[in-house]
Nanobody, 127 residues
């Protein structure tokens, strides 16, 4: 059993910053890639950012490019999302997810590509 636990959410004013963390625990686990998704009330879960550990390739949604940075250490089963210049529209529950085997194509942006999910951490950006 693999557990993903997010932390670092909270309330911040527009223009501020937050750093989200995701820690994986449980049985020996080595992921192919990990990602961040978010879901605002009444909306579908959407892709935010992802990392493919092999080669360190990163991917971002257009809405967060230049403001958010994904990083982490696969050996330590940890992942981070540095969020800067936050906007009220970034308000959502943020979820980390992990995929444990390779895939071609745009695997990173589809929630169905991920096998493991955290419970989420809430981010609220006030105007």
């Amino acid at each position: 059993q693999v557990q993903l636990v997010e932390s670092g959410g909270g309330l911040v004013q527009a223009g501020g910053s937050l750093r989200l963390s995701c820690a994986a625990s449980g049985r020996t686990f080595s992921s192919y890639g990990m990602g961040w998704f978010r879901q605002a009330p009444g909306k579908e879960r959407e892709f935010v950012a992802a990392v493919r550990w092999s080669g360190g390739r990163t991917y971002y949604a257009d809405s967060v490019k230049g403001r958010f940075t994904i990083s982490g250490d696969n050996a330590k089963n940890t992942m981070y999302l540095e969020m800067n210049s936050l906007k009220p529209e970034d308000t959502a529950d943020y979820y980390c997810a992990a995929r444990n085997y390779a895939s071609a194509g745009s695997w990173y942006s589809s929630p169905s590509s991920y096998m493991y999910w955290g419970q989420g951490t809430q981010v609220t950006v006030s105007s």
